[in-house]
């Protein structure tokens, strides 16, 4: 009997593996499992290298005559190309990549990884011909689906047209193996032995879009027209999940449904309803949705059987982009629509939206935040950034007007993937960008997301001339950590109390948000010590950060952005005085919260002419210039500066302002 390994990296899922498993062991293969690394994919930074030696001894025990490595994301390519070459290193064994990532790119693939196949589409009846013929001593050249080195194309196949009639997914603990951080190799299903707590299947293949960014409009290509979209029975789907219960999962939680679109067909909806609620019971369960696909009588059945939550791509609040970069056709007000139908039965609603992007409209993070607040229940924002993936719409246009090259689309997925994955989902690491007026409304919509936290005080915060003109205020890594009211409330044993009230909950939270806030701004707005604002540094110092406390340090802070509003207003140019240690921070912080610098000015010969950090050193004589420039003097001898300009006829706050930064 032929030996087949295939290798799933960090999805224990694997859908697509579990399938092509199924029909190949109906087929007389003896396929085995290996499931490498089932942790999130952006943590494989710190894999142990004792998984890629238990990986490979553990292929060789298995003694295969053909390992398969299966990489759903582009992400995955370099583990994947890590894991051929440890292989090709240590074992003679062909070697096959598998996924939507090589059907994108298999000649990339195959250029790149020392790999003898790349399998295109979906592999259920590529692969059985694979095996079949290299167990028979047979050429690969002509397998329709089979890319295979030296050919520079291949021969395209069909994906399977009646899904009925394949085998459920590959569940059970009989040829399945994972590979944990330490090394170890634990046997069993990841589905059934607690590593997977949730069952994960689709009742489609598919999706009737095209939208720009993803890979769906490339790989419906490659199919012939009308075959690419294609649906399971109601009654195969639920028969699937009940053989899985059958097999006594550990600590299932949900099952999910990673349907590219969950079926919209009223009749098809009514009977999966009915037969899930029947014959399932109990055990909630998770759909992707679309805004146009979202009907109120399906929510009802769907929400009476069990769905608890509904993922559903919007990609952007703003109808433009929707329309113009993402190639969607959904109105806002179908939006809308279908987030009010989803919280009319109680389903949770979940926006994916990507955003930072060369496309982007100005006001995309407040559209965003615009669309959740209003809506009847809170609304949860996955917020992703754009990736620019190869072979799709986006990734043609960044050619073609000159965002992006085709080698650095490639570099900027490969290079740094982790860099890449991480941008995927903002919820767990929130990037505060430079431009402190976007992370500003990054950190609205996360609260907005918090049904403790008062609408009417988000919109308050949201309106703020303030806010809005010194993002700094507010913006801050510890500010935006505490928008998770349980988060906050495990540091203190009071505020643990408190939440058990619910009437103060309300009350609380207004106030913590206000209070919270007005404690960070000194902090912010001056960054401590960095600005040389007495009464905020006295008031840091003492933490006197009260109400009547606060008042004050504002007051100080709104006066120095005043002063720096008038210089800007006027016209004139910044220096600041003194190049050394404390100018080059004074240059940082200034350049932080958006003051222009026109450069430095120091007494030092050695420095006049030349440039630190971009920004010119230039001699003292530039105060005798014709101009009035605005000073910041930055300077252990900041007293003979400011007396030397005194006598210049330089007026303190109207014409120089002094940072004395004695902790520098």
Not at 252 to 276: G, N
Not at 525 to 532: I, S, T
């Amino acid at each position: 009997m032929f030996n087949f390994v295939i290798i799933s990296i960090n999805t224990p899922a694997s859908y697509g593996v579990r399938c092509i498993s199924s029909v190949l062991k109906r087929r007389g293969v003896n396929v085995q499992l290996i499931f490498f690394d089932n942790g999130r994919l952006s943590d494989v930074r710190i894999r142990d290298n004792r998984m890629y030696e238990s990986l490979v001894g553990l292929i060789g025990e298995l003694n295969p005559g053909l390992v398969g490595i299966s990489l759903v994301s582009t992400f995955n390519h370099p583990t994947g190309a890590d894991i051929a070459r440890r292989i090709k290193a240590s074992l003679d064994v062909p070697v096959i990549f598998g996924g939507t990532h090589p059907t994108l790119l298999p000649r990339f693939c195959m250029d790149s990884a020392p790999i003898d196949y790349v399998c295109v589409g979906e592999g259920e009846e590529s692969m059985v011909e694979l095996c079949k013929s290299l167990s028979a001593g047979r050429s690969a050249a002509d397998i329709p689906g089979i890319y295979t080195r030296g050919k520079d194309g291949y021969t395209p196949g069909n994906p399977p047209a009646d899904l009925d009639a394949l085998p459920f997914q590959d569940i059970g603990n009989d040829n399945k193996f994972s590979i944990l951080p330490d090394g170890a190799i634990k046997k069993g299903d990841p589905f059934l032995n607690g590593i997977m707590p949730r069952f994960v299947t689709k009742c489609s293949r598919g999706c009737p879009f095209g939208c720009s960014f993803c890979s769906n409009a490339h790989i419906m290509g490659l199919y012939d027209a009308g075959k690419y979209l294609r649906r399971r029975s109601a009654i195969n789907v639920i028969d699937e999940i009940k053989y899985f219960l059958s097999l006594d999962p550990v600590n299932l939680a949900d099952i999910w449904f990673e349907d590219e679109i969950f079926p919209s067909d009223k009749l098809w909806v009514e009977e999966f309803s009915a037969l899930y609620e029947k014959e399932v019971r109990q055990i909630p369960f998770v759909i992707w949705a679309h805004p146009i696909k979202t009907k109120d009588e399906n929510i009802a059945n769907l929400a009476k059987a069990g769905l608890v939550e509904a993922i559903m791509g919007v990609e952007s609040a703003s109808s433009v982009t929707r329309k113009l970069v993402y190639k969607r056709g959904e109105t806002t007000e179908q939006v809308i629509k279908s987030i009010d139908i989803l919280h009319r039965y109680g389903v949770k609603a979940t926006l994916d939206f990507v955003v930072d992007h060369p496309w982007e409209s100005a006001t995309e993070l407040k559209d965003i935040f615009d669309l959740i607040i209003d809506r009847n229940a809170p609304v949860t924002a996955n917020m992703h950034s754009l990736i620019i993936l190869p072979n799709t719409g986006l990734a043609k246009r960044a050619v073609e007007e000159g965002v992006m090259t085709r080698e650095e689309i490639m570099c900027g997925l490969l290079d740094d993937p982790f860099d890449g994955v991480r941008k995927f989902q903002w919820r767990e690491r929130i990037p505060v960008h430079k431009d402190l007026k976007r992370t500003l409304w990054i950190f609205l919509i996360m609260c907005a997301q918090n049904p403790e936290i008062p609408r009417r005080l988000l919109k308050l915060a949201a309106a703020s001339e303030i806010m809005n003109k010194y993002p700094v205020l507010i913006v801050d890594i510890e500010v935006l950590s505490y928008h998770d009211f349980a988060a906050l409330a495990e540091h203190s044993p009071l505020l643990k109390k408190l939440s058990k009230i619910p009437s103060l909950n309300g009350l609380y939270f207004a106030a913590w948000f206000i209070f919270r806030i007005a404690a960070r701004m000194p902090a912010l707005a001056v960054y401590g010590d960095e600005l040389a604002l007495q009464k905020t540094q006295f008031l840091l110092s003492q933490r006197k950060l009260g109400v009547f406390s606060f008042y004050k340090a504002l007051r100080e802070i709104k006066g120095f952005f005043k002063i720096l509003d008038t210089v800007s207003d006027e016209g004139r140019e910044i220096y600041i005085r003194g190049a050394g240690k404390c100018g080059q921070r004074t240059l940082e912080i200034l350049l932080e919260i958006g003051v222009k610098v026109s450069g430095f000015i120091d007494g030092s010969e050695s420095l006049v002419g030349t440039e630190i950090s971009g920004i010119p050193v230039n001699s003292k004589k530039i105060l005798k210039e014709g101009r009035r420039h605005f000073i910041v003097i930055a300077s252990m001898y900041f007293a003979e500066i400011e007396e030397e300009l005194n006598l210049s006829g330089y007026r303190k706050y109207r014409d120089y302002w002094t940072n004395n930064m004695s902790t520098v």
